[in-house]
């Protein structure tokens, strides 16, 4: 075969090649990844402990503010427990493999009060998302369990929640812009919630339970539209927290 000749040949067949290769990559791309959050293994703990656990019969993964966290706060003076009290701690378990901009996050989780909490304590539970190196800045959906079924109709309306720290805690959001970043949704205190996040650019919805229309739905998430990070679990200080079976599709390349 001439030289010429050889080379338009072997040109051919990568050209042809790179069709299946390339739509290989982006289904691999594409593929959910299930981490079934039964150890620590895999995760960066930020002020709180996770442990394997069973609750209602299922495996799972208890997390709450970790002893030395605990110890932290208890010798702060009143109006600095106040304030974290107020702005959180930032109390994380970080999927640190997790690398996620845009597509789907579905889990079960659980959250009720701890038995030393204050009044004031829902059992705050949730999902962080686009979670940046320092651990300070990421969206976040989560869920306050004890308003689903409270008597006080305005409570409930705060059953759901999304922030954006750290400059859009949620007492902001709701000074700010009342009712936007916030829904009501029927949930219990310490019960698996399947929930589903969905996120495209700057709009993100929440799903809970397997409803087919979202509970709350943001158009203008934080981080922006090419926010991306790590994938954490997230609760509150007052909270003891379960989580299992977390699944993430990303969204297929453009």
Same mark, same amino acid.
């Given at each position: 075969?001439?030289? &010429?000749?050889?080379?338009?040949?072997?040109?051919?067949?990568?050209?042809?090649?790179?069709?299946?290769?390339?739509?290989?990559?982006?289904?691999?791309?594409?593929?959910?990844?299930?981490?079934?959050?039964?150890?620590?293994?895999?995760?960066?703990?930020?002020?709180?402990?996770?442990?394997?656990?069973?609750?209602?019969?299922?495996?799972?993964?208890?997390?709450?503010?970790?002893?030395?966290?605990?110890?932290?706060?208890? &010798?702060?003076?009143?109006?600095?427990?106040?304030?974290?009290?107020?702005?959180?701690?930032?109390?994380?378990?970080?999927?640190?493999?997790?690398?996620?901009?845009?597509?789907?996050?579905?889990?079960?989780?659980?959250? &009720?009060?701890?038995?030393?909490?204050?009044?004031?304590?829902?059992?705050?539970?949730?999902? &962080?998302?686009?979670?940046?190196?320092?651990?300070?800045?990421?969206?976040?959906?989560?869920?306050?369990?004890?308003?689903?079924?409270?008597?006080?109709?305005?409570?409930?309306?705060?059953?759901?929640?999304?922030?954006?720290?750290?400059?859009?805690?949620?007492?902001?959001?709701?000074?700010?812009?009342?009712?936007?970043?916030?829904?009501?949704?029927?949930?219990?205190?310490?019960?698996?919630?399947?929930?589903?996040?969905?996120?495209?650019?700057?709009?993100?919805?929440?799903?809970?339970?397997?409803?087919?229309?979202?509970?709350?739905?943001?158009?203008?998430?934080?981080?922006?539209?090419?926010?991306?990070?790590?994938?954490?679990?997230?609760?509150?200080?007052?909270?003891?927290?379960?989580?299992?079976?977390?699944?993430?599709?990303?969204?297929?390349?453009?």
């Amino acid at each position: 075969m001439r030289p &010429a000749l050889r080379r338009i040949t072997v040109a051919a067949l990568a050209a042809v090649m790179l069709v299946p290769l390339a739509a290989w990559a982006q289904a691999t791309q594409a593929q959910p990844t299930r981490v079934p959050l039964e150890s620590a293994a895999g995760l960066r703990l930020q002020n709180v402990s996770a442990t394997p656990a069973t609750l209602q019969g299922r495996k799972g993964l208890r997390v709450e503010l970790s002893e030395e966290t605990m110890r932290r706060l208890k &010798a702060m003076p009143p109006e600095e427990q106040q304030k974290a009290a107020q702005l959180g701690l930032d109390q994380l378990a970080v999927i640190e493999a997790s690398d996620f901009g845009d597509g789907v996050i579905e889990a079960e989780i659980a959250g &009720a009060p701890r038995a030393d909490a204050g009044e004031g304590a829902r059992g705050f539970v949730g999902i &962080a998302f686009r979670v940046q190196d320092d651990l300070k800045t990421y969206d976040a959906f989560y869920l306050r369990p004890t308003n689903g079924r409270a008597d006080d109709q305005v409570r409930r309306n705060h059953s759901a929640q999304y922030i954006s720290h750290p400059d859009w805690p949620w007492f902001r959001l709701r000074k700010e812009f009342p009712e936007k970043y916030e829904a009501y949704v029927d949930i219990v205190p310490g019960a698996w919630t399947k929930i589903r996040i969905e996120v495209q650019g700057e709009r993100a919805k929440l799903f809970v339970n397997g409803q087919a229309q979202p509970t709350l739905i943001v158009n203008d998430v934080k981080t922006g539209a090419r926010g991306r990070g790590k994938i954490a679990l997230w609760i509150d200080s007052s909270t003891v927290a379960y989580f299992r079976d977390l699944t993430v599709t990303p969204a297929p390349p453009h």
